[in-house]
């Protein structure tokens, strides 16, 4: 992966951190010993691919769109885990 590639990946993943409130671009930029200016380009591709927001009160955070495939995600977790429980049922109930 390219180095600009890996930059805004970490950009992402610090979003984390205050995921209601967000951080500031200078937060984001001293958590991860980057530019102000790497992290502005980053966070605009971020918002350009619609992973990330800015917020009214300046920050920046997550997007509803990455809360959903988060929200998606879990929920595929949860129908995959009761399968896997239903079947571990049936075994040991020994009704296969």
């Known amino acids: 992966m390219s180095g600009k590639g890996q930059r805004v990946l970490r950009v992402f993943k610090a979003l984390e951190a ?3 409130i967000g951080l500031s671009n200078k937060e984001i930029a001293a958590g991860l010993d ?5 992290v502005s380009r980053d966070l605009d591709d971020l918002i350009a691919e619609g992973l990330a ?3 009214d009160n300046g920050n920046f955070a997550y997007s509803i769109k ?3 495939i988060a929200e998606r995600f879990r929920k595929q977790q949860e129908r995959l885990q009761s399968k896997v429980q239903e079947i571990g049922n049936r ?3 020994g009704s296969l």
Do not use: E, I, N, R
């Not at 980057?34 to 790497?38: A, D, E, F, V, Y």
């Open 53 to 55: 927001v800015k917020l």
């Open 34 to 38: 980057l530019t102000p200016t790497q």
């Open 18 to 20: 205050h995921p209601l």
């Open 91 to 93: 075994v040991d109930s």
């Open 66 to 68: 990455t809360l959903q």
